[in-house]
């Protein structure tokens, strides 16, 4: 639990706890963070001021790190809430309308935290299985406290579902655009460096054939980042989207959904989900 006073995290063993440490997040983040930096002050923010260039898997490590500790953290939760607004407070400048922003202005702020819904929503259905009416709820209120803990007021994030689909309706057709982040994080042949974590042989081989594995998984990035944005975010940013390409997604999104829930929880869940879930387990008896 939190300590008083301060957002407790989703609860033990609500849909986030199932969702967010699953291995199958790890495929639906690239389509969270596109929409995320569709918004022209995100996206602007995120090209002056990310090393996402430069450090690509250090800050997708930080960023995988920090949703972990949202959803699994316990009392952590809310100090790695207070981390992250200190860490946006001197992220300012001018967006792509000319417009002055700053990463904390709350409809920035709380446009970041919104993606993830409709991004775990979609793409559960393909990866995972589809919501039913009352698991999407719950989905909504526990992302409603992953707000809290990174200190956004309810007053500026729609309270329930039925005040949630207008205001990502209104986004989708007056914010989103296709920024120049965007369009980086969709390119099949933007350069990324080899990975410079893991074991050091690990490391070495990779740095050897990166360039046979590069276009490849870049290919398959861009594919799961455009399949897993739902669809209307997908057409307000103008990426296309084949009928051939929905029917490869399917077909992978079947596999993954064969496969995955078989695996021992050590396979199947990232580190900190699975100890916490394992803590959780322990403290029921």
């Known amino acids: 639990m939190a300590s008083t006073g301060e957002p407790s995290p989703p609860p033990a063993g609500g849909v986030l706890w199932s969702l967010a ?23 602007a923010g995120v090209d002056d001021h990310s090393v996402f260039r430069t450090d690509p898997w250090g800050r997708g490590e930080r960023s995988l790190s920090s949703l972990l500790l949202w959803v699994y953290g316990g009392e952590e939760a809310a ?11 001197t992220i300012q400048g001018t967006d792509t309308r000319g417009r002055r922003y700053h990463a904390l202005t709350p409809e920035n702020y709380a446009w970041v935290h919104a993606t993830g819904f409709p991004v775990y ?7 995972v299985r589809p919501l039913t ?20 007021h309810d007053r500026d994030m729609p309270q329930t579902i039925e005040e949630f689909w207008p205001y990502y309706r209104r986004m989708l057709a007056e914010e989103v655009e296709a920024t120049v982040v965007v369009r980086e994080l969709v390119a099949a042949d933007a350069p990324v460096p080899p990975p410079d974590r893991g074991p050091l042989l690990l490391r070495l081989l990779l740095r050897a054939l990166w360039p ?34 929905e029917r ?25 989900a699975r100890s916490a879930r394992a803590a959780w387990r322990a403290g029921r008896g």
């Open 212 to 245: 046979v594995l590069l276009p490849p998984l870049a290919r398959f990035r861009r594919f799961l980042t455009v399949g897993l944005m739902p669809p209307d975010a997908r057409q307000a940013i103008g990426l296309d989207w084949t009928p051939a390409q």
């Open 121 to 127: 929503r979609h793409a559960s259905r393909y990866l």
């Open 21 to 43: 440490g699953d291995v199958r997040g790890l495929l639906m983040l690239p389509a969270a963070l596109t929409l995320q930096v569709a918004h022209p002050a995100v996206g």
């Open 248 to 272: 490869r997604l399917r077909r992978f999104g079947a596999v993954v959904r064969r496969i995955v829930p078989v695996l021992p929880e050590r396979l199947r869940y990232l580190p900190r």
């Open 79 to 89: 100090e790695e809430g207070r981390r992250l607004r200190r860490l946006h407070r």
């Open 133 to 152: 009416g009352p698991q999407e709820r719950a989905l909504y209120r526990e992302w409603l406290q992953v707000g809290r803990i990174l200190g956004i």
